[in-house]
């Protein structure tokens, strides 16, 4: 299973995801495995993350970049169109024989900046998902988790502003996934984060840069639970 975060603040947009695969009945696992990767560069200014069947999106996102890399489609909306219809062909092509509530169940968050003719850039996050038959969900305020989201949904509520800088998204980011992983075996491994500003487009963080913030994270939690202790 996994965990995928995109939030958005002042100056730019984050995307995080854990990178745990899972086998089995999801009810009780029968193997784990940590070195799955969710996230990936789509342009200068889009990325994506997967949740759901990582095979299956790794090929559809290698798909994708053949066909971006010859049209050169830079923009988060530019971007939505072609892989919407990439993924629904695929799909189509893979499942003709499944109902759509039968096939495996897949979740793409589409994370960046869409391009007005003015020239001005707009952060746009899109969710598209095997359910709902990949029809593009837009979150009007760029924040969309998926995976397992239960435990996240409701720190979101409680830290989320904003006004928040990347630098504290990608705290938030690392924190939202931490803490569901200490709840549910279903997310786990090595985080993984990757901003998106209109100035420096998609960067991913080193693996070192993560668990600097995941440390510092660490020492807050310790100061809440002397806060409550009173010692």
Request: glycine share 10%; aromatic share 6%; charged share 25%.
């Given at each position: 299973?996994?965990?995928?975060?995109?939030?958005?603040?002042?100056?730019?947009?984050?995307?995080?995801?854990?990178?745990?695969?899972?086998?089995?009945?999801?009810?009780?696992?029968?193997?784990?495995?940590?070195?799955?990767?969710?996230?990936?560069?789509?342009?200068?200014?889009?990325g994506i993350g997967v949740s759901g069947s990582s095979e299956l999106a790794a090929k559809i996102v290698d798909e994708l970049k053949g066909i971006l890399s010859q049209g050169g489609q830079t923009y988060a909306d530019e971007i939505l169109v072609q892989m919407?219809?990439?993924?629904?062909?695929?799909?189509?092509?893979?499942?003709a024989k499944f109902p759509v509530a039968e096939r495996?169940?897949?979740?793409?968050?589409?994370?960046?900046?869409?391009?007005?003719?003015s020239g001005n850039l707009l952060p746009r996050t899109y969710l598209l998902a095997s359910p709902a038959d990949f029809a593009p969900m837009l979150f009007?305020?760029?924040?969309?988790?998926?995976?397992?989201v239960q435990y996240a949904v409701y720190l979101m509520h409680r830290f989320y502003h904003p006004e928040?800088?990347?630098?504290n998204l990608c705290r938030l980011a690392a924190y939202l996934i931490a803490e569901t992983a200490t709840q549910d075996p279903k997310v786990g491994g090595p985080i993984r984060i990757?901003?998106?500003?209109?100035?420096?487009?998609?960067?991913?963080?080193?693996?070192?840069?993560?668990?600097?913030?995941?440390a510092l994270n660490n020492e807050q939690n310790e100061k809440l639970k002397q806060f409550f202790y009173g010692g």
């Open positions: 299973m996994t965990l995928i975060a995109t939030l958005q603040g002042k100056d730019g947009m984050v995307l995080a995801s854990d990178s745990r695969g899972t086998i089995g009945d999801p009810r009780g696992l029968t193997a784990i495995n940590d070195d799955q990767i969710k996230l990936f560069e789509l342009s200068r200014y889009c919407r219809t990439l993924v629904k062909k695929l799909y189509d092509d893979w499942f495996p169940g897949l979740q793409l968050s589409l994370a960046g900046y869409h391009r007005e003719p009007p305020n760029g924040n969309c988790l998926a995976g397992v928040m800088t990347v630098d990757a901003t998106i500003t209109p100035n420096d487009g998609y960067k991913e963080l080193e693996l070192k840069k993560v668990d600097e913030i995941i």
